[in-house]
């Protein structure tokens, strides 16, 4: 059997995605998405491709309720040299591929989908610099804990003074922050409101 | 104002549109060949009418608009917001727009 990255057509890799996570009917599928506006009837319609088109919060719990990126069910991840298999788009996409489609809705900067100009280059760079933000914060997360574990292993007076071969906690801690503040400050500058979020 | 912190699909759609220089609906319906986003679409999604968007809709407008199709669907820029889409299953209660881009 190929992976469910692979089907084609979004019913295809709904139903594959669904089986896979051991969800067994379209209703059980159904029942998790509460107060949503998904019923058993529509996931049926789509499983067997007489709906090909779905409203963009649909597709939203959906692949929430699946637990997979809705990417996953927009394009055979699987093929990426495929063109893409959903109804209705303009002509617009033709030609592009499941690889390019993919680099576009992520927003790579580098990706294999190429940006037309700098205000198109310029917004995604700043995608990019929030996931790295969010990245950042996670390692000084990470190294905070670290550096509390680290504090509590070293018996007082066996602090070494010499120059580590490698960065220290510390260090790297301070490369964090500094990293932070960089991003932050670009991000600020830019108009963003990083309020109760970057502390 | 920056449109990547405007709230809610619409004013999205709108700022974007306007920062690309995309004068009217119109203009933005001529870039979207085919019948699947006409000029009336365009108005009604941007005036709030409209809170049911196909997927294809929104993948033709961000195409045409040149953004990647989440600056649509999140204030990119608010990252600490509540996702601002209708219509979502209680199971994103709480989802912040940097956890959905996540």
């Known amino acids: 059997m190929t992976g469910f990255v692979r089907q084609s057509g979004i019913g295809e890799r709904i139903q594959a995605i669904r089986k896979r996570h051991g969800i067994r009917s379209a209703k059980d599928l159904a029942d998790l998405m509460p107060g949503g506006n998904v019923t058993e009837a529509i996931l049926q319609n789509l499983e067997a491709g007489r709906k090909e088109d779905l409203s963009v919060s649909q597709l939203l719990n959906i692949s929430h309720a699946l637990r997979v990126p809705p990417v996953f069910l927009l394009a055979p991840i699987g093929r990426p040299h495929d063109s893409l298999d959903l109804v209705n788009l303009s002509n617009t996409f033709e030609g592009m591929t499941v690889a390019e489609f993919d680099a576009w809705i992520s927003g790579e900067t580098n990706g294999t989908y190429r940006w037309r100009d700098l205000t198109e280059r310029t917004e995604r760079s700043q995608l990019e610099a929030t996931r790295q933000l969010i990245a950042s914060l996670r390692e000084r997360h990470r190294l905070t804990t670290n550096m509390a574990i680290e504090a509590e292993l070293t018996p007082p007076g066996e602090v070494s003074t010499d120059p580590a071969i490698w960065d220290t906690t510390q260090e790297r801690l301070a490369e964090a922050n500094r990293r932070i503040e960089q991003l932050s400050s670009y991000l600020t500058d830019a108009g963003w409101d990083l309020e109760g979020w970057v502390k | ?102």
């Open chain 2, 1 to 102: 104002m920056n449109f990547l912190a405007q709230a809610g699909i619409r004013d999205r759609i709108q700022a974007i549109r306007k920062q690309h220089a995309i004068r009217s609906a119109r203009a933005l319906a001529d870039l979207i060949p085919g019948d699947n986003v006409t000029e009336s679409i365009v108005q009604n999604i941007e005036a709030g009418g409209k809170d049911y968007l196909l997927v294809s809709q929104l993948l033709n407008i961000a195409k045409a608009l040149r953004v990647t199709p989440i600056f649509l669907l999140a204030p990119i820029a608010t990252p600490s917001a509540r996702l601002d889409i209708a219509n979502l299953s209680s199971s994103f209660d709480d989802m912040t727009v940097v956890q959905f881009d996540a």
